[in-house]
Structures are given as C-alpha cells and as structure tokens.
C-alpha cells in the first residue's frame, strides 16, 4: 500500500514520519509488524504528535469539519492540543456542544429505531 494509507492506518501525520517510510511501498505485513512492535519513531508520534487532523478533532471532541471551519492547522501536536484545551475558546465549546448534541440524537435515532422494529413481527436486519 501507499505510505499514505499506511500512515492513515497507523494514525499518524506522513510528513512527520521518517524518509525510509515515506518513500516505499508497505505491505500488509510490514503494517501488522510496525503495530505489534512500533520502533521508536512510531512510539514518539503515537504519543507526542504531530497528529493528523482526524487524530486531532478526536482528541479534541470535534469534527474535522468543525477544525476547518475555525482555520485550525492540519497537524497538532500534543501540546498544541492541551494548550487549545486549556484555553478552550469560544468556538471550540460551541463545536464540542454541537458535537455532543449529533451524537446524543444519533442515539437517540437508533434507540427509536430498534424499538420500532422490537414491535414487528419481521426479522432483524443482519447489520
């Protein structure tokens, strides 16, 4: 697979990786190997950043459309992010509201859902 991907799978900001990373191939096995026994610059990303921007409204309690919305990079690192936290700004505790209300309905939509078909008499759905 394209380093991109392996990147996306591991979680991680490619241009952060090392060069042997970023410019070969990575098979399935390769991607397997580096979850089981991450070397250390692996570890160091996991742990400190830079994050890609999924990673980051994530910590965040976000969307990734929420970040592009207030012009928020596309890469943080750990401390970016706790220093954001910390100071908590106005948009941020709007998106984290809204966040918080999608999911509740989201919930919300699917407990309504399986009750509805709870009623019926027709065989769940194999989802």
Do not use: H
């Amino acid at each position: 697979m394209k380093p991109l991907t392996a990147a996306a799978k591991l979680g991680i900001f490619l241009p952060a990786a090392p060069e042997e990373f970023r410019s070969q191939p990575i098979t399935r096995g390769d991607l397997e190997a580096l979850r089981q026994n991450p070397p250390q610059w692996l570890s160091d990303l996991w742990t400190a950043g830079p994050f890609p921007r999924d990673v980051v409204a994530r910590k965040l309690g976000v969307t990734n459309t929420a970040l592009a919305r207030n012009d928020v990079s596309d890469s943080m690192t750990q401390a970016e992010i706790d220093a954001l936290s910390a100071e908590e700004p106005d948009w941020l505790k709007a998106e984290r509201e809204n966040y918080a209300e999608v999911q509740r309905e989201a919930v919300r939509v699917k407990e309504k859902e399986e009750a509805r078909r709870a009623q019926t008499n027709r065989p769940p759905k194999n989802r």
